[in-house]
Structure formats: structure tokens, C-alpha cells
């Protein structure tokens, strides 16, 4: 979709393994955003990003990192997957703060 | 803090019968709204938004929403429902300048009846 695609798309896993999901945007959107999406839940924040280097937590950060080493890329990192992080994983771009333009997610299980 | 309320998650209607999805926000400061709409096993698309111009918004695929500041409500509607419709809807809001970040309601299902 319009300039930020996510890599993989599927992945099973294995508890305590380290896993790294990839978001790549085209857009030089300055904002980056990764959402887990779980029933009932809808989407809560995990980590964004304001510019290279420049990361904060959202509110279900806990076992979750992030890194921006260049604009276009936003890489979410699960130290070592529990079964609680099998989820449905967003990553999105925005500039501007008029709504954010959404990768295809990633469906995370973590067996 | 921001926050948003999605009564019910579940909705139904039959074809070509008004939807209504209601979302009633939180927030600190004027916000900025906005309606999502996800298909089965796809991102979720921005159906359309409120920044502070108008207070009726129209979207996508014939939906529109009313910002009212005094119910603090952005209800989402479209006149006829068709069954490519059906789909999750999701409402968020942002408060403009921090870091755009949007917070989400917990989405309602639309389901459409032939």
C-alpha cells in the first residue's frame, strides 16, 4: 500500500526466540508507529519513532524494542517471544498529524 | 490523556438500511478525528477525517461524520448500507502536535444482511 510495506507478512516462532519485524516507508514520513491488533482489544501502541534515532514507548512497550537507524526504516524487535506477543503487528507512517498511512501487518505467532 | 469509546462491538443491519457507529472521544485539547475501516485480513484504510475545519466530514464509499464538540461524539454514518460494507470500523483521535500519535477505540464489526 501507498509507500510503507512490512516484512513478513507470516511468521511462527518459537517462545524465548529474539524476533525482528521490518517496516519500510518511501514517503520520508518523519513519524513511525508500530500497533499490535488483538479481539477486543484493537490496536494499542507498542513504540513510535519522531525522526532518526528519536524512539518512545507506548503503552504496551514491555518485552519490545525499536530501532531507527535511517528514515525509511522502522525495525520492532522482540527480545525473546512469549505466547502473550502472538498478535496481528501495524507499523504506520504519518507527517503532519493527519492520520497515519498503515503497512499490511504481520501475523505474528509465537508457538 | 486521549481516549476513545466505541459502544458495542458488534453491529448489524440489513442492505440498504442506515449505518450508525457511534464514537465519543476524550481529549485535552481540539482534537483531530478520524474513522478507519479494515477489511478481512487486510491494513486498515482511512475512511475520512476532522481537523478542525468543517464539522461535517465526507468520506470514502459514501460515509460521513459529524464532529460535536458539546456530546463530544464523532458519529459515523452512511444513508444505505451495502454488503461490501461489511468490514471493522475503527475510530481514533489525535491531539494535534503530539508527536501525531492516535489512540484507537476497540473497533465495532459491521455485519449486512441481504
Known amino acids: 500500500d501507498a509507500g510503507i510495506t512490512q516484512s513478513p507478512r507470516h511468521k511462527v516462532t518459537e517462545t524465548g526466540t529474539p524476533v525482528t519485524l521490518r517496516c519500510h516507508q518511501t514517503?520520508?514520513?518523519?513519524?513511525m508507529y508500530w500497533y499490535r491488533q488483538d479481539p477486543g482489544h484493537g490496536l494499542r501502541l507498542i513504540h513510535y519513532?519522531?525522526?532518526?534515532?528519536?524512539?518512545d514507548k507506548g503503552e504496551v512497550s514491555d518485552g519490545y524494542s525499536v530501532s531507527r537507524s535511517k528514515t525509511e526504516d522502522f525495525l520492532l524487535t522482540l527480545e525473546s517471544a512469549t505466547s502473550s506477543q502472538t498478535s496481528v503487528y501495524f507499523c504506520?507512517?504519518?507527517?503532519?498529524?493527519?492520520?497515519?498511512?498503515f503497512g499490511s501487518g504481520t501475523r505474528l505467532t509465537v508457538v | 490523556a486521549q481516549s476513545v469509546t466505541q459502544l458495542g462491538s458488534h453491529v448489524s443491519v440489513s442492505e440498504g438500511a442506515l449505518v450508525l457507529l457511534r464514537c465519543n472521544y476524550s481529549?485535552?485539547?481540539?482534537?483531530?478525528l478520524f474513522w478507519y475501516v479494515q477489511y478481512p485480513n487486510q491494513g486498515l484504510q482511512l475512511l475520512l477525517k476532522?481537523?478542525?475545519?468543517?464539522?461535517l466530514v465526507k468520506g470514502i464509499n459514501g460515509f460521513e461524520a459529524e464532529f460535536k464538540k458539546s456530546e463530544t461524539s464523532f458519529h459515523l454514518t452512511k444513508p444505505s448500507a451495502h454488503m461490501s460494507d461489511a468490514a471493522e470500523y475503527f475510530c481514533?483521535?489525535?491531539?494535534?502536535?503530539?508527536?501525531?500519535?492516535?489512540?484507537f477505540g476497540k473497533g465495532i464489526t459491521l455485519s449486512v444482511r441481504p
Open positions: 504506520a507512517m504519518a507527517e503532519g498529524g493527519y492520520g497515519y498511512t
Open positions: 514517503e520520508n514520513h518523519r513519524y
Open positions: 519513532s519522531y525522526g532518526v534515532k528519536d524512539t
Open positions: 481529549s485535552s485539547v481540539p482534537p483531530y
Open positions: 476532522y481537523t478542525s475545519a468543517a464539522t
Open positions: 481514533a483521535v489525535s491531539e494535534p502536535g503530539a508527536n501525531s500519535k492516535l489512540t
